[in-house]
């Protein structure tokens, strides 16, 4: 290995080695670690309290279980909602508030914006943390977390024409309350599973 | 880098082992120096095998947790730098078998013998960028090991999970590939 280690982007060269080796990230990447470490010693504090850091097959069971029964939980929660109306180009109020996060939302949980970064930052380790899960296991998450992200676009579809609605908006929270509870199950699970 | 120029390489050797040591005892900011120290070179790597910004971010990001899981697997006598690249190498490997079907192998009956990689003219150093960027994956992955980042073709196919055989026949192929594309000789 040589010392060529300058970020050298303009000018010439005459040998592959005289490329810059180091490129300089367009935005620092620490905080983002610093937080997915922050959580991954949390988790593992968690864990050693309740003993092994690798989940056995009944945890295993267990996730797949806890996943499945929210599933169901959030999708009888959807079939008390009022009927949504789907999201059109003529619909701009309320496709605006579908798209968004919670900005109809006057629940103090789902704005916190602890809670959001919180949630961003599980959201985006998501992916890592399933590979660590069985197929199965992966399945059935996904299929939960897509059946929870469409009960919140329908419930906030109904915010946007009834945003003064105590019980959606409840049922929001709760919404967000479930998709935190599987992001956790997954990332508590797979903890200790990664390997490199 | 400012670190690693004030101090001779083995006092950076142990320099970044003490570091390694705190990290090991949990000490983030430790950890962090590290991350300062090395993330230059690994999100280099990361940009040139998968040629998205955003991509390479993420990877890069992933190397460096996954370093933190690991670092109780780290033999304190090799170098840090290097262990960095194998986890991102691996890392970007990893995404990119979710997202794209496997990637054509080379035999390993067209091994070259070693070469250099010197360049008869001089070329814009974009310009040599970009036509790296457009070399096939399985091409582009060991010519940005050996040919840039100067490992052996041993280490080089350790890192890509590869034959030696075939790694070398991928650096044959991208440098024809790199020589018709830049219009220069590659001695």
């Given at each position: 290995m040589g010392s060529n280690d300058s970020n050298q982007q303009h000018g010439t060269a005459t040998?592959?080695?005289?490329?810059?080796?180091s490129v300089t990230p367009p935005r620092d990447l620490w905080p983002d670690i610093e937080a997915r470490l922050a959580q991954e010693r949390a988790a593992v504090g968690g864990a050693r309290r309740f003993g092994s850091l690798r989940p056995s097959r009944g945890q295993w069971a267990a996730v797949a279980a806890a996943v499945a029964s929210l599933a169901i939980g959030v999708w009888l929660g959807r079939s008390t909602l009022p009927t949504a109306v789907p999201v059109s180009a003529g619909n701009t109020a309320t496709a605006t508030v579908a798209q968004?996060?919670?900005?109809?939302?006057?629940a103090a949980y789902v704005s916190d914006p602890r809670y959001l970064q919180q949630r961003a930052t599980m959201i985006r380790s998501l992916e890592a943390q399933l590979k660590a899960l069985p197929q199965q296991t992966q399945a059935q998450v996904g299929a939960s977390l897509a059946t929870i992200r469409k009960s919140m676009q329908d419930i906030q579809s109904a915010l946007g024409r009834d945003p003064g609605n105590a019980l959606l908006q409840e049922l929001l929270v709760n919404t967000y309350q479930d998709e935190m509870r599987v992001l956790t199950a997954v990332h508590e699970a797979s903890d200790a599973g990664e390997e490199i | 880098m400012i670190m690693a120029v004030a101090i001779s390489g083995a006092e950076q050797i142990d320099w970044e082992q003490g570091l390694v040591q705190r990290a090991r005892r949990g000490d983030t900011h430790a950890f962090e120096r590290l991350y300062r120290e090395h993330v230059g070179r690994v999100y280099g790597l990361c940009l040139r095998l998968t040629r998205d910004p955003a991509h390479a971010e993420d990877c890069a990001q992933e190397t460096f947790i996954n370093a933190w899981r690991a670092l109780e697997r780290f033999?304190?006598?090799?170098?840090i730098s290097t262990w960095l690249h194998r986890i991102a190498v691996n890392v970007v490997l990893a995404k990119r078998r979710r997202f794209t079907p496997k990637t054509e192998s080379l035999s390993d009956a067209d091994e070259p013998a070693e070469f250099g990689w010197t360049l008869d003219t001089p070329v814009e150093v974009g310009e040599i960028e970009t036509a790296i960027a457009g070399l096939p994956e399985g091409a582009r992955d060991v010519l940005v090991l050996?040919?840039?980042?100067?490992?052996s073709h041993l280490e080089t196919a350790a890192m890509l999970g590869v034959a030696e055989g075939t790694c070398k026949a991928q650096l044959h192929r991208a440098r024809k590939l790199l020589r018709d594309r830049l219009n220069v000789e590659i001695g």
């Open positions: 040998s592959l080695r005289e490329l810059a080796r968004g996060e919670p900005a109809a939302l006057q | 033999e304190t006598r090799s170098s050996s040919g840039i980042y100067g490992y």
